[in-house]
C-alpha cells in the first residue's frame, strides 16, 4: 500500500493538471486572470492556451501516464516542468521582491517539486 500512495497521488496530480490545461483550451480569460494575467486580443488568448495550457498538458500527460504505467522515468518531465517554473519564480523574488500574492504559487510548486521528486524515486521502471 505504501509503495501505491506515490503513484494514486502522481496520477491525481497528472489529472488535476489536464483539467487545468483543458479549462485553459476552453476559455483562458478566468484562469488567465487567477494567474494574475491578462491576454489581450488573439495573441493573448493563443498565447495562454499554448503556452500555460500547454505546460500543465505536458505536465499533467507524463504525470498520468507515469502512473498508469508505473514509470519513474517518465516523472521526470512534470518534475523538471515544475522545477524550472519554481526556478522563475524564485528569480522574479530575488529580482523584484517577494510580494504576498507570490508565497502561496511558489509553495505549491516546490511541494509539487517534492511529490514528483518522491514519485521519481519509488515509482517502478520500464
Do not use: Q
Not at 489529472?15 to 485553459?24: E, H, Q, Y
Amino acid at each position: 500500500m505504501l509503495r501505491l500512495l506515490p503513484r494514486l497521488l502522481i496520477g491525481a496530480l497528472g489529472v488535476l493538471a489536464l483539467l487545468g490545461a483543458l479549462r485553459l483550451w476552453i476559455d483562458p480569460t478566468l484562469p488567465a486572470a487567477t494567474l494574475g494575467l491578462s491576454p489581450i486580443g488573439g495573441l493573448g488568448l493563443a498565447t495562454m492556451r499554448a503556452d500555460v495550457g500547454g505546460f500543465f498538458g505536458g505536465m499533467g500527460a507524463f504525470a498520468l501516464a507515469a502512473a498508469l504505467r508505473n514509470d519513474r522515468r517518465l516523472v521526470t518531465v512534470p518534475l523538471a516542468l515544475v522545477s524550472l517554473a519554481l526556478t522563475g519564480r524564485l528569480i522574479t523574488a530575488g529580482m523584484e521582491g517577494l510580494a504576498p500574492d507570490m508565497v502561496m504559487p511558489i509553495v505549491v510548486e516546490a511541494v509539487l517539486a517534492a511529490l514528483f521528486a518522491i514519485g521519481r524515486r519509488t515509482l517502478g521502471t520500464r
